[in-house]
């Protein structure tokens, strides 16, 4: 999405009845982390209909495979923190945009 608009319910409700959260042909959004990494994100894999799970880590950035989309807290294998997110987690909290 181009635009920082905080999310609202009505975008929700539009994610879930088109699958996408733009309304249209899937974007890539952006995943920052605590340190100011941002990584580009696959609305697929935000929203789950790519196949395979995503998580990210929120202190370091980096990501990681086979995370349930509401994992919270797993132990990222790169920084050590526990600190792994699933892809749907973080849209939540806010840290995709
Ligand atoms: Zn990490």
Known sequence: MADNKERTISDLTRIITTGTISGGEPVTLTFT???GTQVPVSECDVLG?????????LDCGSEHL??????CNYECADCGKDSVFGASE???MGCIS
């Open 33 to 35: 982390a605590k340190d």
């Open 49 to 57: 209909t790519s196949g395979q799970d995503l998580g990210y880590c």
């Open 66 to 71: 086979e995370v349930e989309p509401d994992a």
């Open 90 to 92: 973080l849209l939540i």
